[in-house]
């Protein structure tokens, strides 16, 4: 049971990421004043 | 240290979800995003409170990042750089906002002139790419622009509305912050930011 808990928990935390690094795609990323190094399988949507 | 705990932690969440090596980049870089503005936004808050300039630092940086999200502009070449020198600028336009006292007539002159150079601005750089990403597509770069030119229009329709309810330090403070966020979106920003500080040697991130 806490397993199955941890995973879901981990599984949303990776989507919220993925989420953010797509947002981060843009050079006019809502995240304002970081910009970190884009990996390359994210940079084809620029 | 943000570059290394994000791949830590990224490794850690690929382990357990077994995602590919793809995956934990695309994951790690979601994280430095997030940690690396968290970490700013904290420091800047703390600092503003501390130093006595909250409402307007807050101001500053408001407005700061609605403009710095739609035109874009350069960044820092490492994290520690990026780290000082935004938190330095934002506290440096909140200390001025609330230290500044100018009459109407020179914020309205200050307002219009910082309004004409924005559209300046934005009709030649705007949107600003940098060497790790930047907009080449026709269409979308135009698109960015009327969207610049519409929120700042509105924008300082706004804060003219402001200067009529006389609240000089949150008009300035805001001129303040879309100054700079403009300021960074020109050659001569670009420049600044590479401007070589001691403070600059940490981690390649920013």
């Given at each position: 049971m806490l397993n199955i808990i941890k995973r879901n928990i981990l599984s949303i935390t990776a989507s919220v990421l993925t989420l953010v690094a797509m947002s981060g795609?843009?050079?006019?990323?809502?995240?304002?004043?970081y910009e970190p190094d884009m990996p390359e399988s994210i940079k084809k949507d620029l | 240290m943000v570059q290394k705990l994000s791949h830590n932690i990224s490794s850690y969440l690929c382990g357990e979800l077994n995602y590919s090596d793809e995956k934990k980049e695309v994951l790690s870089y979601g994280l430095q995003i997030i940690l690396g503005a968290s970490i700013k936004i904290i420091t800047i808050i703390t600092l503003a409170y501390i130093f006595n300039i909250f409402k307007t630092t807050i101001v500053a940086s408001v407005a700061f990042i609605f403009f710095r999200r739609i035109i874009g502009g350069s960044h820092c070449d490492t994290f520690n750089k990026c780290y000082f020198l935004s938190i330095s600028l934002l506290l440096l336009l909140g200390l001025l906002g609330k230290i500044v006292a100018l009459q109407y007539s020179m914020l309205l002159i200050l307002t219009i002139a910082i309004y004409l150079v924005a559209v300046v601005i934005t009709i030649i750089w705007v949107p600003m790419g940098t060497e790790k990403k930047t907009i080449r597509n026709k269409e979308t770069r135009l698109k960015i622009k009327q969207k610049t030119f519409l929120a700042l229009t509105t924008c300082f329709l706004i804060l003219l509305f402001f200067h009529i309810q006389a609240t000089s330090k949150i008009v300035l403070s805001s001129l303040l912050g879309i100054a700079l966020a403009f300021f960074l979106a020109t050659p001569l920003g670009n420049r600044f930011t590479r401007i070589k500080f001691n403070i600059g040697k940490g981690e390649k991130t920013c």
């Open positions: 795609v843009s050079t006019t990323s809502m995240w304002a004043i | -």
